[in-house]
């Protein structure tokens, strides 16, 4: 076993962890403030390859595999949960349906795009009425020659309205259910017919926008078809699955970062004459904390390893994302308690922490369903089933 | 325009604990990195690749791991690398290594330009540029903050005295410039994962420089190190900030430190 990254993606590493520190963390705080996406760090981003790392470069993309996204996002994660959500949406599920079940030619025009970041994408799976429970979704999409007509609406979706490229999953036979009676489709967002409702005013997050969008007779070529035709909700749950790592990764960033700012701050501040950090109350948390992230950065980038080498993994990546979410928010919960009264204010960085921190339980399949995942890979080798 | 940049891996001084009442240096994290003044040095000559069209090699002496050092020149833009690696470098003082790095130039072809950072991030001693240019008989710039290409010239801006001067130079030169005015760029992603799969380091040794034991004698022994004394705390200037800045301000124009 080895366990040491390849060189070029320690290089890599420093080059994200520069550009975030330099490019991310400046706008960080304005961004959750102004509640605006932070479009100038996008591009810079995709000046660097940063939109489309997991992707081959014969497709525009960095050719860093799932290791090398994992490792931008636990970069990003680190510095600005908005940013990597922005940029994560975009990759890990949009960008990814494609590159899982697109064909040659949906790659070279649709993945191409966006994973050189000329265009942003979001991934259209949340209804008002399907969101744990993704197979109840009720936009239609009705063949009519060479289209399929989309109706319906989306909820939540992330990037809705900066997206020029979203991938949807639409019933086409509402008497087949999930299997075989969902189709994804690609939908380029200038087509007629599609426009954003409202976006959501939310607790964290706020420098990522989360769309309604709406689809009244959107006609789709046939092309669009993305996967087999009825096999979209497979389609879906598949980038969903590679999606869990990374985001795992990403709270893997956000708990290191709750861990060097509790170390930061516990040298510096003086209690009863001596720095907090020599009191056990306080080393305790952060020791707490640093076996916590030590256990899910081997989990992480075990299961980018398993990703990249084509082995089973959705087991793995539902742990990535269950495990990282909650033990980003218990460190942060921690940072928060370490840090008094200032990591109550608002002026500091904690408190984004805080509210930052809780999306990653519920978005992207909340952790009761990564519970549900995992029990069912779990028991279904000895026959039973685990109802949803 | 043909430009061989000199380059040197250092060891990350954000891996290492001073302790100074022990006058000892811990290494936490040992880690190596393209030195901040050969990036800046890097920079300077994308910049010129990016103005007129260039082609750029980057060398450096150094340990069989200096690679890292070259294949990250290479992701930032590079053309070409090229290693001196030998055991017979292991002693080599300031001289040598001048010498060293001047032979390969030569053994490259020459170059129109050499570009090196003023000093290097770890040993500081600020010699390689001038040595290496009395070496291959080179016009030389050094401490260059602005610098452009013109037809069979450079124009170099430089600190002087208490300002800057412009200068201009003819081809062949050799360039050192400051770090502070070149930072860097970032490595596109797609570059720095091709630079590891796609791109090669050609390594030299001694023999393939041509240098026999005599060239590489070195000048300098080494007898132990110390800490410098600790350096007097300055004059600090209080009160409210308004005040104080204005205090401030007038005390560096006193001393010519801001015009």
């Known amino acids: 076993m080895d366990f040491s990254f390849p060189k070029e993606h320690q290089l890599f590493r420093r080059m994200v962890r520069e550009f975030a520190e330099n490019e991310v963390k400046p706008l960080a705080k304005a961004v959750d403030r102004e509640h605006r996406v932070p479009l100038e760090t996008v591009k810079k981003a995709a000046a660097l390859g940063l939109m489309g790392v997991p992707f081959p470069q014969k497709y525009g993309g960095m050719g860093g595999g799932e290791m090398g996204y994992c490792i931008m996002m636990e970069e990003l994660g680190r510095i600005c949960t908005s940013t990597a959500t922005v940029i994560g949406a975009h990759t890990g599920i949009a960008a990814m349906s494609i590159y899982l079940d697109g064909t040659e030619e949906q790659k070279q025009k649709f993945l191409t795009p966006l994973a050189s970041g000329r265009l942003i994408g979001a991934f259209g799976l949340t209804e008002a009425q399907a969101g744990s429970d993704a197979a109840a979704i009720k936009t239609t999409a009705v063949r009519d020659g060479n289209h399929f007509v989309l109706n319906g609406a989306k909820v939540f979706i992330t990037n809705g309205d900066i997206a020029g490229i979203m991938t949807v999953m639409a019933v086409t036979d509402p008497s087949l259910g999930a299997y075989g009676g969902i189709t994804a489709f690609v939908v380029e967002t200038d087509t007629p017919g599609f426009s954003i409702g409202s976006l959501e005013n939310k607790m964290g997050i706020r420098g990522s926008s989360t769309a309604e969008c709406v689809f009244q007779d959107v006609r789709v070529p046939k092309e669009n078809v993305l996967g087999q035709f009825g096999a979209g909700f497979l389609t879906f749950m598949k980038s969903l699955d590679i999606g869990r790592a990374s985001l795992g990764a990403a709270c893997l960033g956000g708990a290191q970062a709750a861990m060097e700012g509790c170390m930061e701050w516990t040298m510096a501040r003086e209690q009863f004459g001596v720095p907090v950090a020599t009191k056990q109350s306080v080393y305790f948390m952060i020791a707490d904390m640093a076996a916590e992230i030590e256990a899910l950065r081997s989990l992480i980038y075990r299961t980018a390893w398993l990703i990249d080498t084509h082995q089973p993994h959705i087991k793995e990546a539902a742990i990535c994302k269950l495990y990282g979410s909650e033990v980003a928010s218990r460190c942060i919960h921690k940072a928060v308690q370490i840090h008094g009264a200032l990591g109550y204010s608002r002026d500091y960085w904690v408190e984004r922490a805080y509210r930052d921190a809780r999306i990653s339980e519920i978005f992207e399949g909340t952790n009761e369903i990564q519970r549900i995942v995992l029990a069912s890979n779990l028991f279904r080798p000895y026959g039973l089933r685990i109802p949803s | ?259």
């Open chain 2, 1 to 259: 325009m043909k430009i061989i940049v000199l380059i040197k891996q250092i060891l990350d001084p954000a891996g290492i604990l001073v302790r100074r009442d022990k006058e000892k240096m811990f290494i936490n994290r040992e880690e190596y990195i393209l030195g901040p003044d050969s990036k800046a040095a890097l920079e300077a000559t994308l910049r010129l690749k990016d103005a007129g069209g260039a082609e750029v090699i980057a060398l450096s002496m150094g340990r069989p791991r200096a690679e890292d050092a070259l294949r990250e020149a290479l992701a930032l833009g590079g053309d070409a690398a090229y290693l001196l690696s030998d055991e017979a470098f292991d002693a080599a003082d300031i001289p040598v290594t001048a010498n060293v790095l001047a032979a390969a130039v030569q053994k490259l072809g020459g170059a129109d330009l050499v570009v090196a950072g003023r000093e290097s991030g770890d040993t500081s001693a600020g010699q390689i540029g001038s040595r290496v240019a009395e070496a291959l008989n080179y016009a030389q710039v050094t401490d260059v903050h602005v610098l452009t290409g013109e037809p069979g010239a450079i124009r170099a801006t430089r600190r002087w005295g208490g300002g800057y001067a412009t200068v201009q130079a003819m081809l062949p030169a050799v360039v050192t410039v400051a770090r502070e005015a070149f930072p860097a760029r970032y490595a596109h992603g797609a570059r720095i994962m091709n630079a590891y799969r796609e791109w090669q380091v050609t390594t030299w040794n001694a023999a393939d420089l041509g240098l026999d034991e005599a060239a590489l004698k070195p000048l300098l022994a080494f007898r132990g190190e110390s800490f410098p004394p600790p350096l007097p705390v300055g004059e600090q200037v209080k009160g409210a900030p308004a005040s104080a800045a204005h205090e401030l301000i007038t005390a560096l124009k006193l001393q010519k430190v801001i015009g």
